[in-house]
């Protein structure tokens, strides 16, 4: 157990719905990113937060948006879903910037 | 652009048959490099991380080493338990701090 929480673990949903994936870092961690993996493309980054700033910025959709609160935790948003956002959504978290990240167990998404 | 190649993409192992798994990069300034293991379904389990080239790190039946061109995780006597995907990742110096993943190892080990 890395000590970094998702929910939910599956969701389903249909084309053109909007969902919102929700991260808890380890305690102590301020630095919370995102990640897609699907499987022809392996893992991809996303977004970066720290301390409840946006970071850095990976390859994420203009649809795909998150953000930190006051608490760290983090939410994902993905909006206007096509068939191609179907994969797994992983949050990491990591004690400052630049250190091992720890990944949370993921949310598999399923968009019909 | 950071890039991280490894290679085999699969590899069966009978147990106990000692192997390497090689991991290729190209990034300007390193500022470290990570190995994960992952299990279907999970998420990625940090394994090790690796700074300068020379380095070695081991941990049970894994030893993952580094050069400036690349790294491998040498799995030694390996269980059935070590069957799962491994991931190399890199990290740059000065820049964003996110990692940029290779594809992975799928390691089977038949017993």
């Known amino acids: 157990d890395s000590g970094v929480t998702q929910t939910p673990k599956h969701l389903i949903t249909a084309t053109g719905q909007r969902v919102t994936l929700r991260c808890s870092p380890r305690?102590?961690?301020?630095?919370v990113y995102w990640y897609q993996q699907s499987l022809d493309q392996g893992l991809q980054f996303l977004i970066q937060y720290y301390n409840g700033e946006e970071r850095a910025k990976g390859n994420i959709l203009e649809r795909f948006s998150a953000q930190q609160f006051p608490d760290l935790h983090s939410e994902l948003n993905l909006s206007s879903l096509e068939l191609g956002d179907s994969a797994l959504y992983f949050c990491?978290?990591?004690?400052?910037?630049?250190?091992?990240?720890?990944f949370g167990p993921g949310t598999r998404l399923t968009v019909l | 652009e950071d890039q991280v190649t490894q290679s085999p993409e699969a590899l069966r192992l009978q147990e106990g048959e000692s192997s390497s798994l090689n991991c290729s990069y190209t990034v300007s300034g390193l500022r470290g490099l990570f190995w994960y293991r992952q299990d279907p379904g999970k998420g990625p389990e940090f394994l090790f991380t690796l700074y300068s080239a020379g380095e070695e790190k081991e941990k049970e039946r894994l030893k993952a080493t580094l050069t400036k061109k690349e790294s491998f995780l040498h799995i030694t006597a390996p269980k059935p338990e070590d069957s799962a995907t491994y991931l190399c990742?890199?990290?740059?110096?000065?820049?964003?701090?996110?990692?940029?993943f290779g594809k992975g190892t799928k390691l089977t080990v038949n017993p």
């Open positions: 990491a978290s990591s004690v400052e910037p630049g250190t091992q990240q720890f």
């Open positions: 305690s102590g961690d301020l630095s």
């Open positions: 990742a890199v990290g740059r110096q000065g820049g964003s701090e996110k990692l940029v």
